[in-house]
């Protein structure tokens, strides 16, 4: 970050997008609103999870989720960071705005049913950052550097492995 005579903030976009894709790899919490779907959040068995930075969800494939999906709603996710922010600041969030789209089905490695995959495409991004002083700021993520491959291994996708590792594969650590 580097600051203009004017003393206001410029935002590097490369560090914006991998603090973004840092959130959304590693969340704690998750609200998502689907245009003329109230009760999507209904379905017991909704799981999401970001892949390659699109957040991608597994549902019922005759859900609330995966008719909108097929009808290609709009849809917006606000996701929490389970990742420490600054000293004193709420950890930071991020805001993904853009489509739903269907992307096959897969089988539940637990129980073996079905589940119908939904990606949300990204067509608007936007990093929310809450300083210790509660002032808030959203920046918005170019999407193209929000998508790219240089973020896949991002702090919030390297803090899930090790805590995956340490959980299911102490054994063999």
Known sequence: MTAE????????????AAEARAV??????AGLVVEGAPDVLRDDTLGMA??????TFTCSPDGDLALAAARGAGA?????SALAGPAG?????????????????EACPC???E???????????????TGPDGAGTSLAVP??????PAHALNRGYLQRCVEHAGRCHPEEL
């Open 5 to 16: 005579s004017s003393t206001r903030p410029l935002h590097d976009p490369f560090l914006v």
């Open 24 to 29: 959304l790899s590693c969340a704690t919490d």
């Open 50 to 55: 970001e892949r390659d930075g699109v957040p």
């Open 76 to 80: 917006v996710l606000t996701v929490d």
């Open 89 to 105: 600041a709420r950890p930071p969030s991020v805001t993904v705005s853009g489509r739903l789209a269907l992307a096959g089905l």
């Open 111 to 113: 129980c073996e049913d």
């Open 115 to 129: 589940r119908q995959v939904v990606r949300l495409v990204p067509e608007q991004v936007a990093l929310q950052l």
């Open 143 to 148: 999407v193209e550097e929000y998508a790219a």
